[in-house]
């Protein structure tokens, strides 16, 4: 268990971490991206829905 944890902190040294600044752009990206697809899925759900609603009243 011992040569697990060393081995972990081994690692975690050779990791490359993001800057600050990369951190926020990829922030920006992620909440843009989330955004973007739940206007698409927000849009179609309201489509569909309209759809039905037609077809149910005729």
């Not at 081994?10 to 951190?23: D, G, I, Y």
Request: glycine share 4%; net charge positive; no cysteine.
């Amino acid at each position: 268990m011992i040569t697990y944890f060393k081995n972990v902190a081994a690692e975690m040294k050779k990791v490359t971490w993001l800057t600050p600044q990369q951190t926020s752009r990829e922030t920006v990206a992620v909440i843009a991206v989330s955004i973007i697809f739940a206007i698409i899925i927000g849009g179609s759900d309201w489509i569909l829905q309209q759809i039905v609603n037609f077809l149910l009243a005729h």
